[in-house]
Nanobody
Framework: QVQLVESGGGLVQAGGSLRLSCIAS????????MGWFRQAPGKEREFVAG????????TYADSVKGRFTISRDNAKNTVNLAMNSLKPEDTAVYYC????????????????????WGQGTQVTVSS
């Protein structure tokens, strides 16, 4: 069974930065792409960023390009999301998720492509 645990959320002023981390249990972490999603109140969960199993390919939502950076450390079973220049519209619960396919060559952006999810961490950006 895979467990994902996020941390690093909090309250920050607009223009500030936060770094989210997600640690995964199990030995297979390094063989799967990982993604970060977010869900604001009353809205659907949306893709934020994804990284391939090797870490060599990353994908970002247009709304966060140039501000957020996803990275992974396979030796530590962690995936991180560095968030800079935060805006009030970034306020949401952020989730990390593991891709469904072993060594997928393309980082997918839809929730249906991910089958393990963390419990989420709240990010609140004040104006």
């Amino acid at each position: 069974q895979v467990q994902l645990v996020e941390s690093g959320g909090g309250l920050v002023q607009a223009g500030g930065s936060l770094r989210l981390s997600c640690i995964a249990s199990g030995r297979t972490f390094s063989n799967y792409a990982m993604g970060w999603f977010r869900q604001a109140p009353g809205k659907e969960r949306e893709f934020v960023a994804g990284i391939s199993w090797t870490g060599g390919s990353t994908t970002y939502a247009d709304s966060v390009k140039g501000r957020f950076t996803i990275s992974r450390d396979n030796a530590k079973n962690t995936v991180n999301l560095a968030m800079n220049s935060l805006k009030p519209e970034d306020t949401a619960v952020y989730y990390c998720a593991r891709h469904t396919r072993f060594r997928a060559t393309v980082v997918r952006t839809t929730t249906t492509e991910y089958n393990y999810w963390g419990q989420g961490t709240q990010v609140t950006v004040s104006s």
